[in-house]
């Protein structure tokens, strides 16, 4: 099986909360997912400065997990299961929305001025969207080195190397960084699908130079990644089988039709219970914007 040439999306600036600049590459108008993988927020970097920092305040979620991965700074998480969670670097944070969640992400009162970190989110397949939601904090993951390139699987297997967080598709996430120059292959599975987001620095991945902003898309077929990079790189490889299900998002939620979207919308805005209280978050929860269908 043969691959055709790698496509390049290029992320959208968006602010998120009050004044965070995030970059956006899933979902695009050119692509949607990768594997279950449908949505890309590459957070900063910022300088908070004295500011009061991040403030998202409580939003609920149905049909996705969301994988937090900080770089530099720190987010207070809180959610509806009564999480309280000071979300450090180096450490994942996943949160399964099944039937309904909500929660809420702030700095804390003394924070780190810098923050740096990725926010995404994974497609629940159909059989399993409804299901419990959940909470998991996993400060140790599996790292390995591979010619000198520091491995860390935040969520799948690579190599061997299993990462505890729980998913519900065949899908990969890794963080790569090298302290030192690095030129190497890194194996792949030929049926997955491969995207790679550079967070710092600069990496070439075939004839791709690729830099912070830009998402390379990868069909499934290959059985290796040929990287090179200068020290002092980092980037994200995510990878999954591809979705064979149709995927509606609309602000927080994932579905599969609109009337579902419309409904999720309705019923957080009229209080329904089922996405639960977030408690002790020092401002107003946030409403949901009504779909334009
Ligand atoms: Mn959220």
Redesign the pocket.
């Known amino acids: 099986m043969t691959s055709s040439a790698p496509q390049r999306i290029a992320g959208k600036a968006t602010i998120l909360g009050v004044g965070m600049t995030i970059v956006r590459t899933l979902p695009t108008a050119r692509r949607r997912t990768i594997g279950a993988w449908c949505f890309l927020d590459h957070i900063g970097p910022v300088d908070l400065g004295t500011s009061h920092g991040m403030r998202?305040g409580p939003?609920p979620?149905i049909g996705l997990q969301?994988v937090t991965w900080l770089i530099e700074g720190e987010i207070l998480h809180r959610d509806s299961l009564g999480s309280l969670q000071l979300i450090r670097p180096g450490q994942l944070n996943l949160?399964t929305a099944g039937r309904g969640i909500s929660?809420s992400?702030e700095s804390p009162p003394e924070h780190p001025p810098g923050m740096h970190g990725v926010?995404f989110w994974i497609a629940t397949p159909d059989a399993d969207r409804h299901g419990e939601p959940a909470f998991a904090h996993h400060p140790e993951l599996p790292v390995f080195d591979h010619d000198g390139l520091q491995v860390t699987v935040l969520l799948g297997e690579q190599q061997g190397r299993k990462s505890p967080g729980r998913i519900f598709s065949p899908l990969l996430g890794l963080e790569l960084l090298a302290d030192a120059a690095v030129q190497t292959g890194l194996p792949l599975r030929a049926d997955f699908e491969y995207g790679i987001q550079v967070l710092e620095g600069s990496l070439t991945v075939g004839e791709e130079v690729l830099e912070p902003g830009t998402l390379l898309y990868m069909e499934p077929g290959s059985e290796l990644l040929a990287l090179q990079a200068d020290a002092g790189f980092r980037a994200i490889l995510i990878g999954g089988e591809p979705l064979q299900e149709q995927v509606l998002m609309w602000w927080?939620f994932v579905a599969r039709t609109q009337s579902e979207l419309t409904t999720a919308c309705k019923d957080w805005n009229a209080g329904a219970q089922y996405f639960g209280e977030v408690v002790g978050y020092p401002g107003d929860r946030l409403e949901s914007p009504m779909p334009p269908w």
């Open positions: 998202v939003h979620h969301t949160m929660h992400e926010q927080n």
